[in-house]
């Protein structure tokens, strides 16, 4: 090419060829604010294509479910922006969970070693609001794009199906269990079988019994997300769950209230003897806002969650208001978020949902070298 | 802030004021007939000889969950005692079934650790 045509290209905007080295160095000053690194040592930038001075990546997100997507994808942009030879760019924001509960071979591979994350949802007490977090939780990430399971462990008192009406399971030719759809989310539930409006009446054995199955023989397949709403309190099947599979992580929710703070603690505590890592602490019933006023009524006092998550050093991961539609829309088998997605609780689900995939992908981060699970034949 | 004590497997007290990331096992293989070996997270080592576990067994029937005061003497176990299978609780602990036929023992990490570091195994 003549001296003066590549002088004219240079003026006019028509660059040499971008070159990788260059595409990486200007990502690399875009931070993950939840990782700590650069999104180009994190391994997040794939599939750089180059065409002259045009070019196209994709940025591999560790969640479907990532709060700051968008807000990346524009630092991104206005990065390669000021490359001064750039053309046009394209950049897409593809996400792959990361996550991996246990190794080929193990005991509990047939039924969750295709599931990369278990998320304990828990409280101290009852009437807190638990299940309904699990159920808009599961949904929530649902509706970001992750694949979700939704495992009701409260044997003596399951209200999943109710809250969210699941289609009938199919047959299995195998020794799993098929947990059902509802819409997008597997479940499974003791409300499913046989007697499901009877009293559950089970003697301890047995029902660590049943937990057990749920975690070992059910087929709950290829799935990002398996929530597991935990019975309230902190006892037997509680210390089941923990026990039988690798939990990533757990979410503790409350009310604002003291009292429910007092049982929140003990559940924590419970999750920190068995080192199961506390993602954050979810306040419900934070707050009425009255349709008239708009004004926020702050029913069962205020501040509650933030100081015990304080207290601990864990994330304070939202406050779901009080609604009306949400309990309506519970009690009718559609969990909030998709009864009525604009509406103020909807929305802080959804903000949950972001806060606690950006906690389990923190985890991952610090627990990357771990076994999560392991079983060894002693040989003679 | 008090201290809770619990009864998973342990005799500690936990309830720290702030919860950083807990030790855990990087990889886990039975290095000859009598010892079992572990890498952990933090890159230490540590080799335990199994009858040695055995005699430490810390579930309710070899040492008083109220005292504390050990159940199991140390000369009834034999020093053909060997684990069928090794196993991991949550990931916290591990449980040994032992060839004996006792299976109750739930070693936490924390527990495994403190064993490495007080005696040479």
Redesign the interface.
């Known amino acids: 090419m003549s001296l003066l045509k590549s002088v004219q290209d240079k003026l006019m905007g028509r660059g040499e060829r971008m070159t990788e080295e260059q595409i990486k160095q200007a990502l690399s000053t875009i931070m993950d604010p939840d990782l700590g690194k650069d999104i180009v040592t994190l391994g997040f930038v794939r599939n750089v294509e180059i065409s002259g001075a045009d070019v196209k990546l994709d940025i591999n997100l560790t969640t479907p479910a990532c709060p700051v997507k968008e807000t990346m994808k524009a630092q991104a942009e206005e990065a390669l922006r000021k490359l001064p030879t750039i053309g046009k760019i394209t950049v897409n924001m593809t996400a792959t969970t990361r996550g991996k509960i246990t190794q080929a071979g193990s005991?509990i591979a047939a039924s969750l070693g295709q599931v990369k994350n278990i998320i304990a949802v828990a409280s101290g007490k009852g009437g807190v609001g638990k299940s309904t977090t699990a159920v808009n939780l599961a949904y929530a990430l649902a509706a970001s794009g992750s694949s979700v399971g939704l495992l009701d462990a409260d044997v003596y008192g399951p209200s999943i199906p109710h809250m969210t009406k699941p289609d009938a399971p199919a047959q299995s030719n195998s020794n799993l269990i098929n947990p059902p759809l509802a819409g997008e989310v597997k479940i499974m539930s003791i409300g499913l079988f046989a007697g499901g409006d009877k009293a559950t009446i089970l003697r301890g054995p047995m029902v660590s019994g049943v937990i057990k199955q749920f975690l070992t023989q059910v087929n709950w397949g290829e799935i990002d997300y398996l929530i597991i709403d935990y019975p309230p309190g902190t006892g037997d099947i509680q210390?089941t769950l923990?026990?039988?599979?690798?939990?990533t992580g757990a979410v503790v929710v409350t009310t604002p209230q003291d009292v429910a703070l007092i049982d929140v603690?003990?559940a924590?505590?419970?999750f920190?003897?068995?080192?199961?890592?506390?993602l954050g602490v979810v306040e419900t019933m934070s707050f009425f806002v009255c349709d008239d006023c708009d004004k926020k009524h702050h029913i069962f006092r205020e501040g509650g969650g933030h100081r015990v998550a304080n207290?601990?050093?864990?994330s304070f991961l939202g406050g779901i208001p009080l609604e009306p539609a949400v309990a309506r829309a519970s009690d009718q088998g559609v969990p909030a978020i998709k009864a009525a997605p604009q509406s103020p609780a909807s929305k802080a689900y959804t903000e949950l949902a972001g806060a606690v995939a950006s906690q389990v992908s923190i985890i991952h981060e610090?627990?990357k070298?771990?076994?999560?699970?392991?079983?060894?034949?002693?040989?003679? | 802030m008090g201290s809770t004590s619990s009864t998973v497997g342990t005799n500690e007290s936990t309830v720290p004021s702030k919860m950083g990331p807990a030790v855990r096992v990087k990889s886990i293989s039975q290095l000859d007939s009598r010892t079992l070996g572990i890498t952990w997270t933090d890159d230490q080592t540590s080799t335990y000889d199994v009858v040695g576990l055995r005699r430490k067994c810390p579930c309710a029937t070899c040492i008083d969950e109220w005292t504390h005061e050990p159940i199991l003497k140390p000369e009834s176990v034999s020093e053909n005692v060997r684990p069928v299978k090794v196993e991991s609780v949550g990931q916290y602990a591990l449980s040994i079934q032992f060839n004996d036929g006792h299976k109750t023992g739930i070693y936490t990490f924390s527990m495994l650790r403190k064993l490495s570091k007080s005696e040479q195994n």
Not at chain 1, 242 to 247: G, R
Not at chain 1, 369 to 380: G, K, P, R
């Open positions: 005991p210390l923990s026990q039988t599979a690798p939990i603690r003990k924590i505590a419970m920190d003897t068995m080192k199961v890592p506390v207290e601990f050093g864990v610090a627990y070298d771990a076994l999560n699970h392991f079983s060894i034949d002693w040989q003679a």
